[in-house]
Nanobody
């Protein structure tokens, strides 16, 4: 059963914005730490942003700090990633993830993953 589903990806020009969503199928995800990662073919999965279960703490990769914002709405089990000032190097498949523990910046620290959504930024 698919428990996390990303949406909102697409093609955008450099400098533009996109907002990704990740819907969770089970209410228990409201108590999980949530995160966004991204990956390009042939490279390892890269941390982007994470948020605690109550939304009280966030962490961002240096490459996206000041441009991306992660948020969550536990009433509908959804996490968002607002991406502004997009650059061609942001092009990747973006994945949402969840874990029962606290903040983690490594992909192997997460047990639940979505299928991914493609973000392509053109020059």
């Amino acid at each position: 059963q698919v428990q996390l589903v990303e949406s909102g990806g697409g093609l955008v020009q450099a400098g533009g914005s996109l907002k990704l969503s990740c819907a969770a199928s089970r209410r228990t995800f409201s108590s999980f730490t949530r995160a966004w990662f991204r990956q390009v073919p042939g490279k390892e999965r890269e941390f982007v942003a994470t948020i605690t279960w109550n939304g009280g703490s966030t962490s961002y990769a240096d490459s996206v700090k000041g441009r991306f914002t992660i948020s969550r709405d536990n009433t509908n089990n959804t996490v968002y990633l607002q991406m502004n000032s997009l650059k061609p190097e942001d092009t990747a498949v973006y994945y949402c993830a969840a874990r029962t523990g606290g903040i983690s910046l490594v992909h192997y620290g997460y047990n639940y993953w979505g299928q991914g959504t493609q973000v392509t930024v053109s020059s």
